[in-house]
């Protein structure tokens, strides 16, 4: 008897402890604007990374994440560019990256036809109007700036896709726990993700 109360004890002060490190580990780093490459920007703020791509007519962005976040980004953008942002895209229908497309008033919203299904069901949480849905793969045009946006296998969602930007070979994804099983097969042999 005694022994079991002194085992479940040591694995509370474990559990406690551990949680108290895990939780430690999980500070927010600031909010950083990175330029990846010509027209091309990442933004990293509480635990979310947002691709930027500049074309000569417009912008795109993904994964606002939430209100608060797309308004800081929206501040960010306008440092780099006075361009509008024409896009918004998603790279999977989670509420935690899907959040705050509204604050981009005039951009179309971009995101696998899967995200429809998802975004029917939910009575929790407020959900984008997607104005683009695609199946398997859609370029964007910027204006001077293609991106092109592929669906691949389940990852964190049944909607997520990777944003790649051809002429700097910069590529974008998130929540990708499938090792080794993201790339599309017919582009395996001649992209580099």
């Not at 953008?77 to 999977?92: D, E, F, Q, R």
């Amino acid at each position: 008897m005694m022994r079991d109360i002194f085992a479940r004890l040591v694995l509370m002060i474990i559990f406690i402890n551990g949680g108290t490190l895990h939780a430690q580990e999980f500070k927010p780093l600031p909010p950083q604007m990175t330029k990846v490459a010509d027209g091309v920007y990442q933004y990293f703020a509480g635990f979310y990374s947002s691709l930027i791509v500049i074309g000569n007519e417009g912008v795109l962005v993904t994964d606002t994440a939430s209100k608060e976040r797309a308004q800081e980004l929206k501040k960010e953008i306008a440092k780099i560019t006075n361009l509008p942002v024409t896009y918004v895209g998603l790279s999977h229908e989670h509420f935690d990256h899907v959040g705050g497309t509204g604050v981009f008033k005039n951009a179309r919203v971009v995101c696998h036809v899967n995200c429809k299904d998802i975004f029917a069901t939910t009575m929790v949480m407020p959900v984008p109007e997607v104005d683009v849905e695609f199946s398997d793969t859609i370029s964007l045009d910027l204006g001077g700036k293609i991106v092109e946006v592929f669906h691949t296998v389940p990852g964190d969602g049944v909607a997520t896709s990777i944003y790649w930007v051809p002429d700097v070979k910069v590529a974008f994804s998130a929540d990708m726990y499938n090792d080794r099983e993201f790339f599309l097969l017919t582009h395996a042999k001649t992209q580099i993700f």
